[in-house]
């Protein structure tokens, strides 16, 4: 167990989901802007699920109405469930694919996702070249994330040590039962790939979201208990540039920014 710092990440109280979007977006614009002043590409940590939805309607948006330039923006992507091929329909490769890639013609060179269908003697060499990749374009400038019921980031469930890199891992019982709906009537996945929580603590700004009360007792662990693998979120409190973009449900009685 490591001992917090006096600084936690930044709370940033919002008034729902389109108000976290504006702001995330306002940002990667400026990102953008800025990498482009500089003569390179920006690289944006992605992730899946009903949190970043927003997010991505709004680039999409600014992107149509000629406000904002991701043609040069480099994606990659959390994590991806185990067996799931980009063709189907359940993956995250296709959720990303149908919420934003496909709507702004990102160039398939220029996304990236771990592939599911692997084989598992292959696994350990798909997760070297993923951190490679990474590296090889310049590391990550902004990460967006989710935070789950049992506080993981990524599929970095409880256990997740600090300096675990990109990996195959087990999914918690809780992530599973969260995703059953998605999945009905198989069982969820057993697995998955995901960056690791060192990967991601190398992103030079992460940017958590986190909405209603659900996600309320996941939030309070990771803002002020102590730093641990039993809530792998708490680990953000020693990243130099971590933002808790949250509504007062997921925050809380007392909450302020």
Known sequence: MLHRQSASPRVVLVQDPAAAARLVVDEIADLCARCRAEGRAPVLGLSTGRTPVAIYGELIRRVREGGLDLGHAVAFNLDEYEGLSSSDPRSFAAWMERVLFDPLEWPRSRRHIPDGTVRPADQGAQCAAYEAAIRAAGGIDLQLLGIGRNGHIGFNEPGSDLHSRTRCVELDRSTRE?????????????????????????????????????????????????????????FLALHPDARFLLDGAAHGPGAQS
């Not at 009905?184 to 030079?204: K, L």
């Open 178 to 234: 969260d995703a059953a709906a998605d999945f009905f009537p198989e069982d969820p996945p057993r697995r998955a790939i995901t960056m690791g929580i060192a990967t991601i603590c190398e992103a030079r700004r992460v940017r958590l979201l986190a909405f209603g009360a659900h996600k309320r007792a996941a939030i309070q662990r990771a803002l002020s208990g102590p730093l641990g693998e039993d809530c792998p979120a708490s």
